[in-house]
């Protein structure tokens, strides 16, 4: 499968012919957020949040889920100030997606992901969370909003 990675902006939103399941990840030097979906309901969900301390525990984590749920395509947010020039994070986004497909084997796309995880925040203390919760959780909404814009914008 060709490797949807496109320099220097986000891939263009693609889906799998065949539809399937996808996989997303907000990437985050301490923890990285990863949200579900199936590409035939174009509905993304939180699924986990991997706050592994070394890139083989995170690997091995992302390989168990990649084993459980059999994604036909993931997806990485990449991050661009609000002006859209990259910075350090994009770069280490990038090897991130890189990573993926060199271990996996499986196309991965990249997304935008600004203000998801602002986005994220918000909505969690909109449900009443305190910031201990919202902490816990605020990397897996943002995959979750990063793979519900890209199917958003594949419809």
């Not at 301490?30 to 083989?56: C, M, S, W, Y």
């Not at 390989?63 to 994009?90: D, Y």
């Not at 816990?136 to 890209?150: E, T």
Request: aromatic share 8%.
């Amino acid at each position: 499968m060709p490797f949807l990675m496109v320099s220097p902006r986000p891939s263009p939103p693609t889906r799998p012919a065949q539809g399937g399941t996808v996989l997303a990840f907000d990437f985050g030097l301490k923890r990285i957020g990863v949200a579900i979906g199936e590409t035939l309901l174009g509905q993304a969900n939180p699924l986990t949040t991997l706050d592994a301390e070394t890139n083989e525990a995170r690997f091995a984590a992302i390989g168990r889920l990649i084993e459980e749920w059999r994604p036909a395509l993931l997806v990485v947010g990449v991050p661009f100030s609000l002006e859209g020039a990259e910075h350090e994070m994009t770069a280490r986004c990038r090897r991130f997606a890189n990573q993926l497909h060199g271990r996996f084997g499986l196309p991965v796309a990249l997304a935008d992901e600004r203000l998801t995880s602002v986005a994220a925040d918000a909505e969690l203390r909109e449900a009443g969370l305190g910031w201990k919760a919202r902490k816990s959780r605020v990397d897996a909404v943002a995959a979750q909003h990063i793979l519900q814009d890209y199917f958003d914008a594949a419809a």
